[in-house]
T-cell receptor
């Protein structure tokens, strides 16, 4: 069975600072990995996904993530935080087992201060 | 192309009642999945439907059920509501739900269920 661990339930950064949200996964087979963002009172929006095509994945709104098999990690980064990036971020994993069921981490709330 | 829609957006029920939530997938998507989101347990998979058949099920009691119609719209039902069922229920759709590299799940805004 697969699992996801997101380190830090809350991360605080200043506007313009680097954003780093950590995600480690556990999977017995090569996984697909995703980052979703959730704004207050909204559903989940896909930021980016890793499907083994390239280890560095670029997503929307300037976010990117790097798949590191040796570290079983898929950390999310953005060079310069904007106030509008304040939201909750979820890392998720699925395996190509015939179903696209997602297993999610507990989420990381990103707080951006001016 | 319109996104995933869920109705109603908010619901208030009392213990013991039952509730039905509705989800309309993105046009052309045939797989619909349901997830429960709570502060304590996070996001948990409920079940997935494809071509009117439940293909996959999470670890939830039988009070949680669902169905899918021929137009791919889906409903989920919760009977004999408990206080712990208060949650945001999210629906996600994908083309065929096979977990391939091109088959991504897209989420609706959710239905916020409050059980009093």
């Amino acid at each position: 069975a697969q699992s996801v661990t997101q380190l830090g339930s809350h991360v605080s950064v200043s506007e313009g600072a680097l954003v780093l949200l950590r995600c480690n996964y556990s999977s017995s087979v090569p996984p697909y990995l995703f980052w979703y963002v959730q704004y207050p009172n909204q559903g989940l929006q896909l930021l980016l996904k890793y499907t083994s095509a390239a280890t560095l994945v670029k997503g929307i709104n300037g976010f990117e993530a790097e798949f590191k098999k040796s570290e079983t990690s898929f950390h999310l980064t953005k060079p310069s935080a904007h106030m509008s990036d304040a939201a909750e971020y979820f890392c998720a994993v699925s395996v190509e087992s015939g179903y696209s069921t997602l297993t999610f981490g507990k989420g990381t709330m990103l707080l951006v201060s001016p | 192309k319109a996104g995933v829609t869920q109705t109603p957006r908010y619901l208030i029920k009392t213990r013991g009642q039952q509730v039905t939530l509705s989800c309309s997938p993105i046009s052309g998507h045939r797989s619909v999945s349901w997830y429960q989101q709570t502060p304590g347990q996070g996001l948990q998979f409920l079940f997935e439907y494809f071509s009117e058949t439940q293909r996959n099920k999470g670890n939830f009691p039988g009070r949680f059920s669902g169905r899918q119609f021929s137009n791919s719209r889906s409903e989920m039902n919760v009977s004999t509501l408990e206080l712990g069922d208060s949650a945001l229920y999210l629906c996600a759709s994908s083309l065929v739900g096979t977990g391939t590299s091109t088959d991504t799940q897209y989420f609706g805004p959710g239905t916020r269920l409050t059980v009093l």
